[in-house]
């Protein structure tokens, strides 16, 4: 593991760039190749393609792809009561946090007899993308699945790479089932999100896709959202990463266990911590070397801490310049007076503030979504919210007076532009009114 003491201010412009760098994403030929094979695969095959890929990457063969409701009921009731209270629990909790965000319409008159709207509408038609690796992922079914029902998506596909078995795990189609999810599919990877942009045989194409992958998820998405025409997808996406604030009064055990819950995703992982105490961080050190030997993905957590960074800065306000730079999708405050600090970050996917606020709460129950930009887009990119199922539009409705009352402000700007059909369109309108 790489835990040494970095000292911010000993560093040049060029190092303290290097401090920051995220670990590479590959974006080699051979990738970018593979991919673009098997979307062409899906695209010209259909459901073919996709039962002989899931068969080549997943090593099951498929005979349906569709999940069933018998299926979902099974699944129901091979559920333990304590385990689907939890899902239902973080289910309320998400949905009461995403409810208040329903957008209303907005009508304004901006002059007498000219009226504006801002309307809002659901996207006709979304791909939630569920990852199954090492284990099932029910939170991330409720993170989609929650704010596409709010928002009144008329149609809503889950897809999710099935296991040795063919089947999605019981907490997936528990939690697809609160969100009253439409159907269910039994296919994942870079496929997956072939089908949902291209459709096939079995899967219609939706409008938008949303939810994590790994690299051929993310490069496929990527593709995709290239080739076909009026297809989106919901934001870029990296290695997980952290970056915790810390003071010498904060709890270095709580930090070292804020580190592990995001090293622990995968080896590409990055932890940063930035603090002005020596002592804090070197408690964290410990804490750390102690922590990873009893965690069940120890050796994945060791390998993303090779990428750790343990920054000392000057002082506070260094430390949120450099959170700044780096615009973490998750940021941590472990500080005597987190809130001060609150009011100067900026850039972040997620802010999580105080020493009781771990980062596991967002990504399970606190009600936040726990998709969020990576890799730096939180500082153009918002977290995932109920605003990206849909789509906003405005209306306007002018009468008689009011395009007289706009008229000369109109034709003056067209003549500046030299566009005389639209000036044409404003006057032959006054002259039928003998204006």
Known sequence: MKNEMINWQALSKQEQQTALARPAISESRLLSQQVENILSNVRNNGDKALFELTEKFDGVKLTKLSVSQAQIDA?????????????????????????????????????????????????????????????????????????????????????????????????????????????????????????????????????????????????????????VNGFAIDMPAGPSEVLVIADEKANAAFVAADLLSQAEHGPDSQVILLSDSPTLIEAVQSQLLAQVAILSRRSIAEQALTQSRLILTADLAEAVEVSNLYGPEHLIIQTENAQALLRKLRNAGSIFVGAYTPESAGDYASGTNHVLPTYGYSKVISSLSLADFSRRYTVQEITKTGLSNLAECITELTDAEGLDGHKRAVTIRLEEQGV
């Open 75 to 227: 699944a129901k009731k091979a559920l333990s009561t304590k385990r689907y209270q939890a899902i239902k629990t973080a289910y309320q909790q998400i949905r009461r946090f995403h409810q208040a965000q329903i957008a209303e319409d907005i009508t304004v008159e901006t002059t007498p007899g000219v009226r504006c709207t801002l309307k809002t509408e659901a996207i006709e038609s979304v791909g939630l993308y569920i990852p199954a690796g090492s284990a099932p992922l029910p939170s991330t079914v409720l993170m989609l699945g929650v704010p596409a029902q709010l928002a009144q998506c008329p149609r809503t596909v889950l897809v999710c790479p099935p296991d040795q078995q063919g089947n999605l795990a019981n907490e997936v189609l528990v939690a697809a089932d609160l969100c009253e999810i439409d159907e269910i599919y039994s296919v994942g990877g870079a496929q997956g999100c072939a089908a949902l942009a291209f459709g096939t045989e079995t899967i219609q194409a939706v409008n938008k896709i949303f939810g994590p992958g790994n690299k051929y998820v993310t490069e496929a998405k990527k593709q995709l959202s290239q080739q």
